[in-house]
């Protein structure tokens, strides 16, 4: 056996017990699965390719516990010592221990492909492409190589003991942060979206050579630093290191250590949260109130604070003028909100607080909280006071529910916005301001039906369309609900979503078949109503929503540093237009995207969206297009989200499947 | 004595409790700006909730790990224990110290934070005193899990992600309120509710962190060769690797009961019929003047489909109810159904005022649908879907009228000339009906089951469908695949009829040839 064998041999022997309870748990899993899942519905496209994200994070984890001891724990046991007493080199050691460690992780991946690969066989039908033994390939490629890129990137940091997971994570958001600035091929940075499946079964899945040569190159110097850090004779600083631990001035430093990389952790959370507005890239498009918020808030005006029976105001002495009429009829607001809801004593003896100083996300004119609320002060009183009416719904309705609709709050923020905006319109607001409203929505909804079963999913709502369509759909559906049982029946709602003995944190239909259930009421009446609603609005504006049509197709190309997307639009499409419409496009480099990596242009010579492709490094991307109707609506429109092939063919998205084998219809 | 603990205490961890105290504070402005800085955030206050939830138990481990674990991990609870003062003492003045600093750390926060408002906040002096109290007993809640925790040595950070585990799966994956019960009740609105002092939850936080630190002082004062002592040696590779495994298959044991909640589903006013313990309730869209058409078709379905139900052999508990609501203005096939979660029930919706509309396909696809559902879409797999396909076209035009199914026949003959007809198709009929269309992949497969009830008693089709589709599968058990694959259907259909499932792709082809329509019947002849 040559020595490098031997010390291999070694090396297995320390990782086996690992080994082997890797290997129990992959059989342990095994069992469970065949026991608890329906295993020939596991295609490896969806299962296996389109879990990328899962599995990277699984590898990270696995190689985690297998590296962070790897080499300093023979330094911690003191057997480096006895390893060095032997006629091998350390850079041996250290090769033998990372290719056990990488060869462990590889097994383990390999044992699941196969596992994937089984059940994809056994899970094949007509429709379904087979999964190439190209796909396994480059499948197997990038997860392997990412087993040795974190096993490198690991055992170099590992040198830092206590210290390896905070830097791991500082480095985690050093990477966040860089995508964040928008930093050029920051995103190669990321190895957690090396592995991306193609849009479509059959497409070719391209290796990603760039983001593989990027990864390669940094782990490659970790893997180095790693090799240098482990011949270092004494280990690293050796005595000095241990004076130091032990010196004022160490522990000093080492205070500052742990003060310091929260420091920028933290930062880095911080900044994550910075600038979550859609910018529009050519000309920014920054809400009248907001810039009207920020002047003021950078005023540097004494704050003051003046109290209403009902409301406590908080607000800058440069408003005092614009503040009196309000706070006059503010009062009046709260009683007028407390009565349409029906409002107990006991709620409307609590005192709302106005904070008019405080910075407001954008597109928000106010923004509420349990009993707080935090509003701009437009110009015009009365518009002052119908905002003040929707937020101070948003507060009853909290208080209504104790709470309970921030529980599942994705599958009601539309029922939260309907009701706030139902009572903004219906008591603040002259008749012919919903308008406005019902043109969004009826151009909405005649591209394409406003589903009940989606405003209960926030999420998928947010995937596919715009997300402020809850505040006119939920509106409609409110008006419905009205309708159908009567103008208590919102009160009603309320009442049985807060009942002591109700379910709780029912999300989607299920949170609103219990609430109508409860309630006595028939939720399919409603539904009902609803869909009648938005035919009529359809119907109504029909003649200008032809003019408007949705594209939900078109190609994206890459060139001298820009996409360019080319939508495919009908033929005579500006005909008619009214004045100042004009179309908008808003890019995003994955469906997971979060808004502030979108990218946004407006329709360009020759009819196409521009945008840096810094931010498209990948083979796929979505945009949506959407409408600036002119005076006809105020608001911005968008269609669906278009998944494209940069360079390929373009894609509409997901057509609903006609037939009944195995899938449901979801309908309204 | 005890003084020259305190004095101990603080000429060892002095500097840290120091910086502790910064890092806090550094830790608390930080987060503060963060979830303030887009302007959705709610306030200073409600950032410092969110670093006391998530951010203030780390400062709070490092505190206890200092104060507890240090002492056990390097054995310098020996020599304390040598001194001439009761054990206890050396803890309380421990927790003492642990409870002042995190009562420092938490008031001083608030009181920062008021002071960096400038006067944003309206702050009253009820809700300022809600503020601290809330604030210190969360904090002085922390501090008394930490010293806990720290005092089980080697075995604190495999117990604290148990903890953390099975508190994220209760917040994600239960319908416990987690944030209604103490301690989290009581930052539950931190920063918002200004009126109300969360009494009784402040009441059970402290006495839950009272039995916490009593815990605490039973480990420590246990006797010679104490438990912490013992705890606090390190843990070996195979205990690591034990305890490693054990989490890891707890965890995937609590994916066991990982269900969504079924839907809650009724219709409150529907009219209803029961037949054999089966349940229809048909529901209006809007307000008739008389319900004789729901009860009509009510008592159509509920009779048709329980006499189906006992034909198949499905039992009355495994048979789902059905639900129909009326729906205008459903394009070309006057019906469409909805996913009920939980499969509590079948949704159907149908235009059933529509001239054009039949109750025969209601039926018909109601029964598809419910035998889909009841075996969690096991039916609806392609290699089984054709049968449920093929009796629901039995079904369908039972009585029918002759025009139907003429056209239906025609429909097939068309599918069959266009497309063609072979096992694969058959087998595979997911592709077919992309290709072909479902209505026409259900025309041909129609015509199969009809030669086959023409060449075969029915008691035979009635054995192929109950060995085939009529098995109940429940959530969360995957024998039913097994089952799928030791009864492959192809043989099953031998074993029943005697001929493969190309003779009878073959049989069926010849079958609709024969019953082609009469003008390709009299282009023929005429050639």
């Known amino acids: ?668 | 004595m005890t003084a020259v603990l305190f004095r101990k205490e603080w000429r060892q961890h002095g500097l840290w409790f120091l910086i502790l105290g910064g890092l806090t504070l550094v830790i608390f402005l930080l987060v503060v700006q963060g979830v303030n800085q887009d302007g959705t955030g709610g306030g200073i206050f409600f950032g410092i909730g969110q670093a006391l939830t998530y951010f203030f138990p780390i400062v709070v481990f490092i505190l206890c790990h200092l104060l507890v674990a240090v002492e056990y991990r390097s054995k310098t609870q020996l020599f304390l224990e040598g001194l001439p003062l009761p054990r206890w003492k050396m803890v309380f003045v421990k927790a003492f110290i642990a409870t002042l600093l995190v009562c420092a750390y938490t008031i001083g926060v608030v009181l920062i934070g008021w002071l960096a408002s400038g006067g944003s906040e309206a702050v009253s002096l009820r809700f300022l005193g809600i503020l601290i109290s809330t604030a210190a007993l969360f904090g002085w809640f922390v501090t008394s899990f930490f010293f806990l925790i720290a005092f089980l040595g080697r075995y604190r950070i495999p117990v604290l992600i148990i903890v953390f585990f099975i508190f994220n799966w209760l917040v994600s994956s239960t319908a416990v309120p987690v944030n209604d019960f103490p301690p989290f009740a009581l930052i539950e609105r931190f920063g918002f509710e200004r009126d109300i002092w969360p009494r009784e939850a402040m009441i059970w936080t402290a006495v839950i962190a009272l039995l916490l630190f009593a815990v605490s002082f039973t480990l420590a004062l246990a006797k010679e060769g104490s438990v912490s002592a013992i705890l606090g040696e390190k843990m070996s590779y195979r205990e690591k690797m034990f305890i490693g495994a054990a989490i890891a298959i707890g965890s995937m044991a609590i994916m066991m009961w990982e269900t969504p909640t079924a839907e809650p589903f009724d219709i409150p006013g529907a009219i209803s019929e029961e037949r054999n313990g089966f349940h229809v309730y048909v529901s209006p869209e809007g307000e008739p003047e008389t319900a004789d058409l729901e009860v009509q078709l009510a008592s159509y379905l509920v009779r048709e489909l329980s006499e189906k139900r006992d034909w198949l052999g499905i039992s009355e508990a495994d048979f789902p109810p059905l639900y129909v609501v009326e729906k205008t203005g459903i394009e070309e096939d006057l019906i469409e159904w909805e996913l009920v979660e939980g499969d509590t029930a079948i949704l159907m919706y149908a235009d059933y005022r529509n001239p054009e509309f039949h109750r025969e396909t209601l039926m018909a696809w109601s029964m598809s649908q419910t035998l889909d559902s009841f075996s969690m879409g096991r039916n609806g797999l392609e290699h089984r879907w054709w049968i449920v396909c093929g009796y629901e076209g039995l079904w369908e035009m039972e009585d029918a009228s002759p025009e139907r199914v003429k056209a239906k026949e025609k429909l097939a003959f068309d599918t069959l000339e266009e497309f063609g007809f072979s096992t694969k198709q058959l087998i595979g009929r997911a592709q077919y009906a992309d290709e072909a269309g479902w209505k026409e992949a259900d025309a041909v497969i129609y015509m199969g089951f009809r030669y086959l009830t023409e060449n075969f008693e029915m008691k035979t089709l009635q054995q192929f469908a109950r060995n085939t589709i009529n098995r109940p599968v429940t959530r969360r058990d995957g024998r039913a695949v097994w089952w799928d694959l030791t009864h492959p259907v192809g043989p099953e259909f031998e074993k029943t009829f005697g001929m493969t499932l190309d003779e009878f792709a073959g049989a069926t082809i010849d079958y609709i040839r024969k019953h082609q329509p009469d003008d390709v019947n009299e282009k023929e002849e005429s050639e």
Request: hydrophobic share 45%; aromatic share 12%; glycine share 8%.
């Open chain 1, 1 to 668: 056996m040559t020595k490098f064998a031997a010390i291999l041999w070694k090396e297995w022997v320390s990782l086996k017990p690992f080994a082997i309870l890797l290997f129990a748990l992959f059989i342990f899993g095994l069992c469970f699965v065949q026991v608890t899942e329906f295993v020939d519905m596991y295609p490896a496209w969806d299962n296996m390719f389109g879990e990328a994200d899962t599995i990277a994070i699984v590898n990270f984890v696995l190689c985690v516990v297998v590296s962070i001891g790897l080499m300093v724990r023979e330094k911690d046991d003191g057997t480096l010592l006895y390893l060095d007493g032997l006629p091998i080199t350390r850079t041996a050691v250290y090769c033998a221990k990372w290719l056990v460690a990488v060869g462990l992780i590889v097994t383990v991946n390999l044992f699941w492909t196969l596992e994937g690969f089984i059940y994809d066989l056994v899970s094949d039908t007509s429709m379904q492409e087979r999964s190439s033994f190209r796909y396994y390939a480059v499948f197997g490629l990038l997860e392997n190589f990412l087993a040795a890129f974190f096993v490198s990137i690991i055992v170099c940091f590992s040198f830092l003991r206590r210290w390896t997971l905070l830097v791991l994570g500082a480095l985690f958001w050093l990477v966040f942060w860089l995508r964040r600035l928008e930093v050029p091929y920051a995103e190669f940075l990321n190895p957690f979206t090396l592995i991306q499946r193609p849009l479509e079964p059959g497409d070719p899945w391209q290796v990603p050579w760039n983001q593989l040569a990027v990864l390669s190159v940094v782990g490659l110097a970790a893997w180095i630093i790693g090799l240098i850090t482990f011949n270092t004779r004494t280990g690293p600083l050796g005595p000095s290191r241990k004076w130091f631990q032990n010196s004022w001035i160490g522990k000093a430093t080492g205070g500052c250590a742990i003060v310091l990389i929260p420091i920028v952790w933290l930062s880095l959370f911080a900044a994550s949260l910075f600038d979550e507005e859609e910018t529009y890239s050519d000309e920014p498009v920054v809400p009248e109130i907001v810039q009207e918020r920020a002047a003021s808030v950078s005023g540097g005006n004494r704050i003051l604070t003046t109290e209403s029976k009902h409301f406590q105001f908080v607000y800058r002495q440069k408003d005092e003028t614009g503040m009196k009429p309000f706070i006059a009829g503010a009062d009046e607001v709260f009683e007028k909100v407390a009565d349409y809801l029906s409002v107990s004593d006991e709620i409307r003896s609590n005192q709302i607080i106005v904070d008019l100083t405080s910075p407001l996300g954008s597109h928000n004119a106010g923004q509420a909280y349990w009993k707080k609320i935090r509003m701009g002060l437009p110009d015009k009183t009365d518009e002052a006071l119908a905002v003040l009416g929707h937020e101070a719904t948003h507060v009853f309705i909290d208080q209504m529910t104790d709470g309970r609709l921030e529980e599942s709050f994705s599958s009601t923020r539309w029922f939260h916005e309907g009701l706030a905006s139902e009572i903004e319109f219906e008591l603040f607001r002259a008749p012919e301001e919903t308008e406005d409203y019902e043109r969004w929505l009826a151009l909405a909804s005649s591209w394409g039906e406003v589903q009940f079963s989606e405003l209960v999913e926030d999420g998928v709502l947010n995937a596919t369309r715009d997300r402020f369509i809850v505040y006119p759909a939920g509106m409609v559906w409110v008006e419905a609900l009205i309708d159908v049982y009567g103008r208590e029946a919102p009160t009603a709602l309320l009442t049985a979503i807060a009942r002591p003995d109700g379910p709780r944190k029912l999300e989607g239909m299920a949170r609103w078949r219990d609430a109508c259930l409860a309630a006595g009421y028939d939720l399919e009446k409603v539904r009902a109503n609803f869909r009648s609603r938005l035919k009529e609005l359809r119907d109504e504006y029909a003649a200008t929503t032809a003019k408007f049509p949705e594209v939900t197709e078109g190609t994206a190309t890459r060139n001298n540093g820009k996409i360019t997307i080319t939508p495919v639009l009908p033929d005579g499409w500006r005909d008619g237009l009214p004045e100042g419409a004009e179309m908008i496009c808003r890019m995003r480099a994955q469906p997971g995207s979060p808004p502030f990596e979108w990218q946004y242009s407006k329709l360009k010579k020759g009819d196409v969206f521009n945008a840096s492709a810094l931010t498209f490094l990948k083979p796929e991307m979505s945009f949506q297009v959407g409408w600036i109707t002119g005076e006809w609506c105020k608001q911005h429109v968008f269609g669906e989200w278009v998944d494209v092939t940069i360079d390929g063919k373009g894609k509409k998205k997901n057509p609903t499947e006609k037939g009944k084998n195995g899938s449901a219809k979801t309908i309204d």
